[in-house]
């Protein structure tokens, strides 16, 4: 196998005068855990279908497992749609083998009962989908998705609609799969997911991709502009400091965001003058914060030129 | 092609193994052969009663023997025969050839008539609207069914003047009822009166009425089989053809056709729009492209629209045979059926599927199945001609307009009148190259709707999806 699972290079999609996806250069690695992270409506889903060769790119060449991408679809990859995707009708036995043998794994039975009683669905094996509950479907809907061995799983908001203890079932089963050597690209909103979970995560923000790399690489590329302090008991938080643009109370800690160009080193000594500090952290910005900054509606104010530019 | 099997596999099961479609395998037959049933069902359970009738004769000479022939038919009715069916005397052996066959035709449509009429006189000296109202009051409280008005003049009204239309005409008799516009009885009344003026006014000319029922006699056109030479040599005719058979039969044979047709496309509407709406169509596409999806699919309804064929024409053979009328099967239309079928089943459900895939909703897909449905059923506006005169030029270009086809044809075929070949030949030819436009049309539109979210395409937006080059559009 190719390095990469997935290549794509120079990728453009239009539709009619709005365009999904502007060049795009992405390299996924075989075997890791990719995130997608992004707005909705950014050109997300559009890259997902271009990688699962539903979508032709206008421009720009897609190589998925050392394929370039033609007419045929790939049977070693696996799709976890947004939401549904399941036929209401069916008992869920049925529509795992069914999905197995579209992907030509005929051999299916083993497969299907290990993961049943992987996810703890055991007993669900004759029940109609339209009898399961929001959770109880999205479980299915994964294992439709991994039932017949894929060597890449494309997973479209995995983690929507389940509850913490389902969620984490899902993340070990999702580890469990990337440990056989499965390439695993997923989306999602939830960025604390992505951040534990991915090795890399990419965004694409109005087409054009502008996050890529591991996430302590992607943090080191935002200055850090928050600080979480702890004053001494008895002492309290001026109520302005200079090259600070707002103070939060939290309980025990205060957290101070930091002015653009501010540097934390200046604010240290100052409150080390003006007061006993007993708790000084400079906090690394979370995915959720940078998310926030490139796709929050102050950021897409300020991107307007660049992006007219481009 | 293994993947084209599986898909196909599904969608039969999807089709076939439904609760909805052991319903409608029921439902159909007993919804269509109920429109003839049920009224004779329903006729069935009706009482026969008697229908006093008030006779107001103003000729004085007619009462008597309207009586009479009111009487006659009391006598002929069926449960009047039922019950004087043990002592078997003439009246049943009076019944000629014609009026059985009139009476069986009638019992088939549903008219049969059942209640006996047992007429009253009133006299009709200073017969007025006050006993005119007497009369309808009677009627109203059910004491009464209906009166009947005989003007004095019926019998003797004389014009010599026979350029005027109105002179034509005897003087009206009245007949008052509250259903006095189509009632049995009024028919049965103008029949009969008109009758016993006739007989009345010859014998007044000199005529005897002997000479007019002599002179009235009539004899039936049979409707009679051909002569063919056997493989002995021998010269026999075929079987005289069944009348009520041979108008029912070939319309049968047609319904059963659009049944088929409807049973099949409707799920794939109904199967598409789900794929489609829970984004199925998503993960079936990351699997197979849209042409294995769409050709699966077709394969499974096709398989499905047989099994619905084989169950019913299974079913009307065995029942045929049962009842004694095993000769009367149309064979030779059965091959041809099946071949207008699949042909049918594939161009309707593609188009079906086309439609499914360009809406969101089955309430948007309504409006656009309208005029697909009229197409298909404009034989059924015309079956009765068709019937009557298969070769028509009527029949023969509908039979050559494809979405009429499939109806027209085995229509014709089943009324055992002799198509030719070329025609044959050529319907199946035509059928074959819409379906194939039809089917490549579908496959256009298909793969492109069924990733459309969001607002339904304009018409002209689905002509776009038609025109484009499908390998460099699917999006």
Known sequence: MADNAVELSGVTKTFGMHTAVRDLELAIPAGSIYGFIGPNGSGKTTTIRMILRIFFPDRGRITVLG????????????????????????????????????????????????????????????????????GMTQKVQFMSAVIARPQL??????????DPVNLELLREAIQEVRSRGTTIIFSTHEMDVAERMCERVFMIHNGNKVL???????????????????????????????????IEDRGAFHHLKLDNGSLADSLLKRLANESRLEHFELLRPSLHNIFIRIAGPIAESTQKPVEQAS | MQKILTIARREYQAMVATKAFAIGLAMMPILMLGGTWIPGLLKGMEKSEDRRIAVIDGTGQLLGPLKMIAERRNQMLPSAMEQSSSDKDGSSKELSKNEQEDRDARKAMGLEEIHRYVLEEVSPEGFDDEQRLALSDKIRNNELYAFIEIPADVLTAANMDLTSPAALQLPPIKYFA???????????????????????????????????????????????????RDENGVITSEEKPNELASIFLPMGIMMLMFMIVMMSAQPMLESVLEEKT???????????????????????????????????????????????????????????????????????????????????????????????WMVMLLPMFVWFNVVREPNSTLATVLSFFPPSTPLMMTLRLATGAIIPLWQIALSVVLLIAATAVGVIAA?????????????????????????????????
């Open chain 1, 67 to 134: 394929q370039p991408t033609g007419e045929c679809a790939d049977d070693r990859v696996g799709y976890l749609p947004e939401e549904r995707g399941l036929y209401r009708k069916m008992k869920v036995n049925d529509l795992l083998r069914y999905y197995a043998r579209l992907k030509g794994f005929r051999n299916c039975e083993g497969e299907i009962q290990y993961w049943l009683g992987r996810l703890g669905a055991s007993d669900w094996g004759n029940r109609k989908i339209e009898s399961l509950s929001k």
């Open chain 1, 153 to 162: 799983l494309i997973l479209d908001e995995p983690f929507s609609g389940l």
């Open chain 1, 212 to 246: 890529d790399g591991t996430v302590s690489e992607i943090q080191r590329q935002f200055p850090a502009d928050e600080v979480k302090i702890r004053l001494a008991e008895g002492q309290s938080v001026p109520s302005s400091i200079p090259g600070v643009v707002s």
């Open chain 2, 178 to 228: 509250q259903d006095a516009a189509l009632a049995d009885a009024k028919r049965w009344a103008e029949a009969s009166l008109n009758q016993l003026i006739k007989a009345n006014r010859l014998s007044a000319a000199g005529v005897q009425p002997q000479v007019l029922l002599e002179l009235e006699r009539k004899s039936a056109v049979l409707g009679s089989g051909l002569f063919s």
């Open chain 2, 278 to 372: 829970l984004r199925i169509s998503e993960v079936l596409l990351g699997s197979a492209n849209a042409n294995q999806l769409m050709t699966g699919k077709l394969l499974g309804n096709v398989a499905g629209s047989l099994t619905v064929f084989v169950l019913y024409a299974g079913g009307a053979i065995a029942m045929a045979s049962w009842k004694g009328f095993a000769d009367s099967i149309p064979f030779h239309v059965l091959p041809w059926f099946v071949v207008y079928q699949i042909l049918a089943v594939l161009l309707f459900s593609s188009i079906f599927m086309a439609i499914a895939a360009s809406v969101s909703q089955l309430r948007e897909a309504q409006s656009l199945l309208l005029p697909v």
């Open chain 2, 443 to 475: 496959a256009r539109i298909y793969r492109i709707g069924i990733l459309w979210q969001g607002k339904t395409p304009k018409i002209t937006e689905l002509l776009v999806w038609l025109i484009r080059n499908p390998t460099t559009a699917r999006n």
